[in-house]
């Protein structure tokens, strides 16, 4: 089993459509959850980040963090194509230096 | 501010040449950097962690002779891959993290390296 579940998608919606996208984990000793964005052919970029349980907002953006599930979500709303991307999860342990990432799920917004 | 270049950002070589990339951090110095792999629709695959003035530390199942890696300053890390194979075709990617306003000692990705090896 992968310390960390994400379905790869692909997932295609509609332009102003809200997008829900999750990943699973199994090890309980990750305290940090991360959200990245990579455009085709680019480096990652952070877009979100949630320190144990919880929600945060940033922007049309939401993370949430459930970690008796141990499962975390990212909310965006008002999807725009500028948001056709790959989007990651990451996590890591208190006090490690490596993220463990999800496959990264590819969404498409259709104008 | 924390940006990460690479150079080159793209190399097609030769089956049995060596192959050198450049990760840097432009405006902090970075205490760790990491180096990735990425296949095509695929996740990052870390391959090392590199502590500036520290031999790296590989990931199980990546061959330290083959991918050598080097963190001589705190703003520069190389990764060599030696003898390239048509297999070692792929996305490298380089971040790099320093201790400060982040709890988490966030990761700053650079843009990555596509490699082609014929």
């Known amino acids: 089993q992968k310390e960390v579940e994400q379905d790869p998608g692909p997932l295609s919606v509609p332009e102003g459509a809200i997008v829900s996208l999750n990943c699973t984990y199994s090890?309980?000793?990750?305290?940090?959850f991360m959200w990245y964005r990579q455009y085709s052919r680019k480096g990652p970029e952070l877009l979100m980040y949630?320190?144990?349980?919880g929600n945060k907002e940033d922007g049309r953006f939401t993370a949430q963090v459930d970690k008796s599930s141990k499962y975390i979500s990212l909310f965006i709303r008002d999807s725009q194509p500028s948001d056709s991307a790959t989007y990651l999860c990451?996590?890591?342990?208190?006090?490690?230096?490596?993220?463990?990432f999800g496959q990264g799920t590819r969404l498409t917004i259709n104008p | 501010g924390a940006v990460v270049s690479q150079h080159p950002s793209r190399v097609i070589c030769k089956s049995g040449t060596s192959v050198k990339i450049e990760c840097r951090s432009l405006?902090?110095?970075?205490?760790?950097m990491f180096w990735y792999r990425q296949f095509p629709k695929k996740s990052l695959m870390l391959m090392a962690t590199?502590?500036?003035?520290?031999?790296?530390?590989?990931e199980q199942g990546v061959e330290k002779d083959k991918f050598l890696i080097n963190h001589a300053s705190l703003t520069l890390s190389t990764l060599t891959v030696t003898s390239a194979h048509p297999e070692d075709s792929s996305f490298y990617i380089c971040?790099?993290?320093?201790?400060?306003?982040?709890?988490?000692?966030?990761?700053?990705f650079g843009p990555g390296t596509r490699l082609t090896v014929l």
């Open positions: 971040s790099a993290s320093a201790p400060g306003q982040r709890s988490y000692n966030e990761q700053f």
């Open positions: 090890n309980s000793a990750f305290q940090y």
């Open positions: 949630t320190y144990s349980s």
């Open positions: 990451a996590m890591k342990r208190q006090g490690a230096q490596k993220l463990v």
């Open positions: 405006d902090f110095q970075a205490t760790t």
């Open positions: 590199s502590n500036e003035g520290s031999k790296a530390t590989y």
